[in-house]
């Protein structure tokens, strides 16, 4: 149902944290791939992936990946970030909403968990990342946004999206102690 995309530094513990709450929704069936697009990945890293499974692409190899994912699907996050409890079954609501014709627009995004909600000046005063509530959209649009906008990371070729804010939560990007 969905193929989850990344862009993955050196950073594992990142990694590790979000890809726990995949593990369990590919046992539901609902991942059915990770795939980490290498922004200076390194060897701890690809130790991860490589026991995850993950694949690792280039940034210029995007637009293909998109075309060769195999969900029609994707799910785009930032390392750390990970979905809570119940998000899989949302994100199927949805999907089938839009095969339905009763949801638009088709691209949507989790709404953040209530400890990572804003303050009110805060909300003005700091921009979230546009994946950081992850973003769900279908193949074609994906396939669209790596062709007119290149090999930027995830979170620039989400930029300016219309999407839908589905009920499911995610928790934010942690900050990495010392």
Do not use: N
């Not at 995949?22 to 980490?36: K, Q």
């Not at 692409?57 to 990970?82: C, I, N, Q, Y």
């Not at 999206?161 to 010392?178: D, I, N, S, V, Y």
């Amino acid at each position: 149902m969905l193929s989850v995309f990344m862009d993955s530094d050196r950073d594992d513990r990142q990694l590790a944290v979000s890809l726990s709450p995949l593990v369990s929704a590919a046992v539901e069936g609902v991942v059915r791939e990770v795939v980490l697009v290498d922004r200076g990945v390194g060897a701890a890293v690809r130790e991860v992936a490589d026991y995850c499974g993950c694949a690792i692409v280039t940034p210029g190899d995007l637009e293909h990946a998109f075309k060769t994912a195999r969900s029609d699907w994707l799910f785009f996050m930032e390392p750390g970030s990970r979905p809570e409890i119940g998000w899989t079954r949302t994100v199927a609501d949805h999907i089938e909403a839009v095969r339905q014709g009763r949801a638009s627009p088709e691209a949507a995004r989790l709404k953040p968990a209530p400890a990572d909600r804003p303050g009110f000046l805060r909300r003005f005063r700091d921009r979230p990342s546009p994946i950081a509530q992850g973003l769900l959209l279908k193949k074609p649009q994906a396939v669209g946004l790596a062709k007119q906008r290149g090999a930027q990371p995830l979170a620039d070729l989400a930029k300016g999206l219309a999407t839908r804010r589905l009920q499911a939560e995610m928790r934010a990007k942690f900050a990495p102690g010392p």
